[in-house]
């Protein structure tokens, strides 16, 4: 189903707001945000943090985007899970996904 246009228009000036906080270095604002519900200034701190190497945090922020079938997160929280060696856990999470038909 084709969302409204408002809809459509709003999440593209979120979604630019959060991509310049993250380039303009405002993890603040962007933490902000993404407490308020902002799903793309999670998105953004998490890769704004990973690219920092603070992957632990980037982890726990992108995690409940990934918990919910974001395909992007889910592919963020691999490939830091990846990068710090956690296999335990991406075994999980390669069985939540056989689970889920994936």
């Given at each position: 189903?084709?969302?409204?246009?408002?809809?459509?228009?709003?999440d593209a000036v979120q979604w630019w707001q959060a991509y310049q906080?993250?380039?303009?270095?405002?993890?603040?604002?962007?933490?902000?945000?993404?407490?308020?519900?902002?799903?793309?200034?999670?998105?953004?701190?998490?890769?704004?943090?990973?690219?920092?190497?603070?992957?632990?945090?980037?982890?726990?922020?992108?995690?409940?985007?990934?918990?919910?079938?974001?395909?992007?997160?889910?592919?963020?929280?691999?490939?830091?899970?990846?990068?710090?060696?956690?296999?335990?856990?991406?075994?999980?999470?390669?069985?939540w996904e056989n689970s889920q038909g994936g």
């Amino acid at each position: 189903m084709i969302s409204p246009l408002g809809e459509d228009t709003q999440d593209a000036v979120q979604w630019w707001q959060a991509y310049q906080l993250a380039e303009n270095d405002q993890a603040g604002e962007l933490r902000e945000r993404a407490t308020a519900g902002d799903e793309h200034a999670r998105r953004q701190l998490a890769g704004w943090l990973a690219d920092r190497a603070r992957t632990q945090e980037a982890i726990e922020l992108i995690r409940p985007l990934a918990d919910t079938g974001d395909d992007i997160a889910q592919l963020w929280l691999a490939r830091w899970l990846a990068e710090r060696d956690e296999v335990a856990e991406l075994r999980l999470l390669a069985g939540w996904e056989n689970s889920q038909g994936g």
